[in-house]
């Protein structure tokens, strides 16, 4: 029988630490147990919140809804010919299931080694680091829908993935929850190296041929040295996404920094280093009150202790102020803000 419990305690739930309490709570183990939620009309008519592993949120005040934290479990897959099919309940922790490929010599996953955060947020997110976002081997994913209580899978068209979006987060938020997603990987691996310290990394390490098990480790060890581990201070990760700007626009700030960090984007866009320009704008290990920026990596905002969603909330506010006015980029936030 499924449990509604009341005024639950967020802290523990969300990777920031921010103390919230949601008014109700439901746990979903078995996708079974969304039908039997939603058959009663009061929690359809009601504000949710879906979580997994509360790692891409920011709390700002006590949840006055239904928080549903989705802990559907399993991993299976199927081969054919050189191509792995994955699937794996939205509660997974997203790195298991990366390790699990890579132990098993599944190709695909390992430049997203160490993301935090469980498989049901992924495809909404669309997941990226080191050369490689989600989409690229995603497959399909399984959800339900609220509104009539069946379940739907969303193929890779379906979902509409963009740089950090999909279709989940535009116009179908709030319609659908994830309860498992389905990855198309390879047992012939291509490799992809050329983004961010992999290569130099692997050469540190004397490794010419590598493999995929090189690569997560490698992708992992850049994470620890970059990243806080939440465990241990609160943090989201990556806070702002890498701004994509026109040509033209990266023509202006590269003349007047001629150092800007940037990458290709495609179609005529240019993708810059959101940390660096933190960075130059002095923000780097920077604390304002029980909020700041992580010493190894400005991207990153962390509480160091009781710090509120408002104070972290205000402390990026003030980031996009400063970068914009140096660089005239607008960075935007990549944690989604719960208000």
């Known amino acids: 029988m499924l449990q509604i419990q009341q005024n639950v305690s967020l802290k ?24 039997e939620l939603f058959m009663d009309p009061q929690w359809k008519d009601m504000p949710r919140l879906v ?9 700002l005040n006590d949840y006055d809804g239904l928080v549903i934290r989705m802990n559907i479990r399993g991993i299976e897959h199927r081969i054919s010919h050189n191509d ?26 390992e430049n997203l080694s160490l993301i935090p955060g469980s498989v049901g947020a992924s495809p909404i997110q669309n997941i990226g680091a080191y050369g490689v976002e989600l989409k690229d081997v995603f497959e399909s994913c399984r959800a339900f829908e609220i509104a009539t209580s069946t379940f739907k899978t969303f193929s890779k068209d379906d979902c509409g993935f963009g740089y950090r979006e999909s279709v989940f987060k535009t116009e179908l938020k709030g319609q659908y929850i994830i309860v498992s997603v389905k990855f ?10 050329s983004y961010g310290a992999i290569g130099q ?21 850049i994470r620890v040295s970059k990243l806080p581990d939440p465990s241990t201070i609160g943090n989201a990760g990556s806070f702002f996404k890498n701004p994509v700007i026109t040509a033209e626009q990266f023509a202006t700030v590269q003349q007047n920094f001629p150092d800007v960090v940037n990458y290709p984007a495609g179609d005529g866009m240019v993708k810059l280093a ?6 130059q704008c002095g923000w780097k290990g920077k604390t304002v009150g029980s909020a700041g920026t992580w010493h190894n990596q400005a991207l990153v905002l962390v509480n160091h202790g009781g710090a509120t969603g408002t104070e972290i909330y205000a402390l990026s506010s003030q980031i996009i102020d400063s970068v914009y006015t140096k660089f005239g980029v607008l960075l935007e936030r990549e944690v989604n803000v719960i208000v």
């Open 84 to 109: 792995v099919f994955v699937e794996a309940g939205a509660g997974e922790v997203w790195n298991d299931l990366v390790q699990y490929a890579v132990t098993h010599g599944y190709a695909g996953l």
């Open 274 to 279: 959101a940390g660096w320009l933190i960075e």
């Open 12 to 35: 523990n739930f969300n990777s920031f630490g921010i103390e919230a309490s949601a008014k109700y709570f439901a746990e979903i183990s078995h996708e079974e147990e969304l039908t």
């Open 201 to 221: 990394e692997l050469a540190n390490r004397g490794i010419s041929q590598p493999t995929i098990k090189d690569v997560s480790q490698v992708v992992s060890h």
């Open 184 to 193: 198309h990987l390879s047992l012939t691996p291509s490799l992809k190296l």
């Open 51 to 59: 979580m997994g592993g509360g790692s891409n949120m920011l709390l």
